[in-house]
């Protein structure tokens, strides 16, 4: 018996060890990383008193935390709280009714929009951190985040990033955003085609992540391991390909809305996945004008095209005789016994209706 619990002693100690490694090492990260820099305040701070929710409890405001839409989330003494940006910018609380409870608050004090601060000290507790700040003038504020999701340094800077400007979050928190969407369709994926699409996607997302100027060396290391990652399973899906692919990467019409004697601009690129055991393979493209009655060829084009990224694009003056309405740009890409098929429509007008 003693040996059983001193065996689960251990794994508690080992548990908690491991915690607290973790969290003292986040806080050597966000330290190097935040720690004597300045910022800009992204959205109004605000620090209330004489607060009461309409039981008449205390529920003092911490920090204003998440911006959602027209709504600001915040964490007084009660919870997890709610209001309309509106009535964060009158200074009045018109508060939602959120986890239960109202919050009605009184005296706020604004730290406002575009205000320089300094990293002073951060603090990272279980499931929040807090930031003290500098004012200008030499007051200190300290802003609390509260988080249900895992303490990991990406995710606590993408928070920290909802309050206080970081230019090169706002940028990884977009492409972030566009490699877990390439991630799901990764999953459901069957067909050799989707599979690639969506790990070319992938890493395009990555490959621009780590452009980004002034990205921490933490998130730069994580997403540069990423990137090894994902070529090794682009290396594996070659390894089973059996004859070429042809991928739509993207397709621009522009204008969409024209009259006659306008030039049409059309740009499609696509990417060719061969075997590896093919140099080069034959692709035929061809654009037709289709509308009205009328099938037009505008462009064809047979070459030699090897593995990677291509272009094909066109651009043509409108004829004066054409007939105002609906018309549709129709590409097709030949390569091997593949082949892909898009359209892009566009409106005709007549040049009267245009000029009025």
């Not at 080992?14 to 986040?26: A, P």
């Not at 690129?269 to 509308?291: F, H």
Request: aromatic share 8%; proline share 3%; with cysteine.
């Amino acid at each position: 018996m003693r040996r059983i619990n001193l065996y689960f002693l251990c794994l508690i100690g080992f548990f908690l060890i491991g915690r607290f490694d973790e969290e003292t090492s986040l806080n050597v990260q966000l330290k190097k990383e935040l720690i004597g820099r300045t910022f800009q305040t992204k959205v109004p701070l605000g620090i209330s008193y004489n607060c009461k929710d309409a039981e008449g409890y205390s529920a003092k405001l911490s920090v204003v935390n998440e911006i959602h839409g027209e709504e600001i989330r915040y964490f007084a003494e009660g919870g997890l709280k709610i209001a309309s940006r509106e009535s964060f910018g009158q200074r009045t609380i018109t508060p939602k009714k959120y986890s239960g409870r109202y919050v009605s608050l009184s005296e706020i004090e604004f730290l406002p929009e575009g205000t320089i601060v300094e990293v002073e000290k951060i603090d990272i507790k279980k499931n929040q951190f807090d930031i003290s700040l500098i004012k200008p003038g030499g007051e200190k504020v300290k802003l609390r985040l509260m988080t249900t999701e895992s303490l990991d340094f990406e995710t606590i800077m993408v928070q920290i990033a909802q309050v206080l400007k970081m230019d090169s979050i706002e940028l990884l928190k977009n492409l972030s955003f566009e490699k877990s969407e390439a991630e799901k369709k990764l999953k459901d994926a069957t067909s050799p085609e989707d599979k690639f699409e969506s790990l070319f996607k992938i890493k395009w997302c990555i490959e621009e992540i780590l452009k980004i100027d002034g990205l921490s060396s933490v998130i730069y290391s994580k997403y540069s391991n990423e990137n090894t990652q994902i070529d090794s399973k682009i290396e594996e899906l070659y390894g089973s390909l059996k004859e070429p692919l042809i991928i739509i990467e993207s397709i621009i019409l522009e204008p969409q809305v024209v009259k006659k004697g306008d030039v049409l601009n059309l740009e499609v690129k696509y990417r060719l996945v061969t075997p590896k055991d093919e140099k080069e393979i034959k692709v035929i493209e061809n654009i037709n004008l289709s509308g009205k009655n009328l099938v037009l060829p505008l462009k064809k084009r047979e070459s030699q095209r090897t593995e990677g990224s291509h272009l094909f694009s066109t651009q043509f003056i409108l004829p004066m005789d054409l007939e105002a309405g609906e018309y549709t740009l129709i590409t097709t890409i030949e390569a091997g016994n593949k082949r892909k098929i898009m359209s892009k429509s566009f409106t005709l007008k007549e040049k009267d209706w245009l000029s009025n």
